[in-house]
């Protein structure tokens, strides 16, 4: 798999091939908390090994409400010299495919496992998930559910950057590692209690 930020969007992970990307938990005894591995496939879809890549835990409230893996995507915001101010309390995902980037790429799927996240994050009293993120999608997440802010309280105004960094800790297997960071340049400007966001252009796409 080649793991990076979307170059639609760099808030969405995706995986460019050639393989998918599938994570499957197994809970332990008693807790909120399951083993995770990465399963790897040979071209007729046999599984031919796997590797321990973290956990997943069950997160609950704020829309969730399903199981979450731990090592995939860390955001952050940085200042103007590229020095961290603050972590986002976001930093897990439950990984399912919600959006296609390119279907072109070698191995992509045009239909995935499932699209429904409810047959893949699972719900409290599951004891086994299988997450996984075909070749081709991203994996977005919408602003409904809690936990993606940045608390800005106390910046004072000026130019930052949001950092999507895929595969922070480099627990997943990846082809193409070096590839897997974006920053989005923003200003921060306004009062407290009224603060305005400026985003600049992605690739000529105002948002």
């Known amino acids: 798999i080649a793991l990076s930020p979307s170059r639609a969007t760099p808030r969405s992970p995706w995986n460019a091939g050639p393989a998918p990307l599938v994570v499957e ?25 796997r590797a321990p890549v973290g956990t997943l835990e069950f997160h609950r409230g704020g829309g969730h409400n399903h199981w979450h893996f731990l090592q995939l995507v860390e955001f952050t915001l940085l200042d103007s010299t ?29 239909v995935p496992w499932s699209l429904r996240l409810s047959s893949r994050c699972g719900s409290s009293g599951s004891i086994w998930v ?29 130019w930052y950057y949001v950092r ?9 297997y990846d082809s193409s590692p070096g590839n897997e960071i974006a920053d989005r340049m923003i200003r921060l400007g306004g009062r407290r209690g009224s603060r305005t966001l400026l985003v600049m252009p992605w690739n000529g796409i105002e948002a």
């Open 25 to 49: 938990g197994f809970r332990r005894p008693g807790e909120d908390v399951m083993d995770a591995y990465q399963y790897f496939y040979d071209q007729d879809e046999n599984v031919v090994g």
């Open 82 to 110: 590229h020095t961290r101010v603050v972590l986002s309390k976001k930093q897990s995902f439950c990984i399912a495919p919600t959006d296609a980037v390119d279907l072109s790429v070698e191995g992509a799927d045009y």
């Open 130 to 158: 299988r997450e996984a993120l075909a070749a081709g999608w991203a994996d977005t997440y919408y602003q409904y559910v809690s936990g993606q802010a940045f608390n800005i309280t106390n910046l004072p105004n000026g």
């Open 164 to 172: 999507l960094e895929m595969n922070p800790l480099g627990n997943l």
